[in-house]
């Protein structure tokens, strides 16, 4: 009876003394849409993007007037011209397009290559200093806020890692 009572007591203090063991681990979370957006790295990346795609947009316009410029050229002369040359004008005026095409195409991949490449530069970067955050501080395990229902705002950790990576 009395070891029953001694196993009872030791099952039951390693049950609490485990718990409260496991309540003293540390979780923290972070909003990695305002560290990308308000970091120095992001801003520079959000800038680069939107400079490719605005002179990809430019790129666009100034053939899209070149080329009906030649249309609206070419369908002045139509009476003009004999119908082979016609012809001719027509099949050459839709090779430019077919050319520009796989150009804003090409265009287009090298600007996704490149978005896809600087955020994972930025993940990286990222990644180490939170991984040195933790360590520092303790926490085992930090999450992504967008993935939280309901946290207290003193585990947020995001202005502090917004600092961390300005100053790296």
Same mark, same amino acid.
């Not at 063991?21 to 939107?50: P, R, T």
């Not at 200093?129 to 950790?157: F, H, P, V």
């Given at each position: 009876?009395?070891?029953?009572?001694?196993?009872?007591?030791?099952?039951?203090?390693?049950?609490?003394?485990?718990?409260?063991?496991?309540?003293?681990?540390?979780?923290?979370?972070? #909003?990695?849409?305002?560290?990308?957006?308000?970091?120095?790295?992001?801003?520079?990346?959000?800038?680069?993007?939107?400079? $490719?795609?605005?002179?990809?947009?430019?790129?666009?316009?100034?053939?899209?007037?070149?080329? #009906?410029?030649?249309?609206?050229?070419?369908?002045?002369?139509?009476?003009?011209?004999?119908? #082979?040359?016609?012809?001719?004008?027509?099949?050459?005026?839709?090779?430019?397009?077919?050319?520009?095409?796989?150009?804003?195409?090409?265009?287009?991949?090298?600007?996704?290559?490149?978005?896809?490449?600087?955020?994972?530069?930025?993940?990286?970067?990222?990644?180490?200093?939170?991984?040195?955050?933790?360590?520092?501080?303790?926490?085992?395990?930090?999450?992504? $806020?967008?993935?939280?229902?309901?946290?207290?705002?003193?585990?947020?950790?995001? $202005?502090?890692?917004?600092?961390?990576?300005?100053?790296?």
């Amino acid at each position: 009876m009395l070891k029953k009572i001694q196993i009872l007591l030791i099952l039951f203090f390693s049950f609490f003394l485990t718990n409260l063991l496991n309540a003293q681990e540390k979780i923290a979370f972070i #909003d990695l849409n305002y560290i990308y957006s308000n970091s120095k790295i992001g801003k520079k990346i959000i800038k680069d993007i939107d400079n $490719k795609q605005n002179k990809i947009k430019k790129d666009f316009k100034e053939f899209q007037k070149k080329l #009906d410029d030649e249309k609206n050229n070419l369908l002045s002369k139509k009476n003009v011209l004999n119908e #082979d040359e016609y012809k001719k004008r027509v099949i050459e005026l839709e090779n430019n397009l077919k050319k520009y095409n796989e150009v804003i195409s090409k265009k287009n991949k090298d600007l996704l290559e490149f978005r896809k490449k600087s955020k994972n530069e930025f993940a990286i970067s990222l990644r180490s200093t939170l991984e040195k955050y933790a360590q520092e501080n303790k926490i085992s395990m930090i999450l992504r $806020k967008e993935q939280l229902l309901l946290g207290e705002k003193n585990l947020d950790i995001t $202005k502090e890692i917004l600092e961390l990576i300005n100053k790296s």
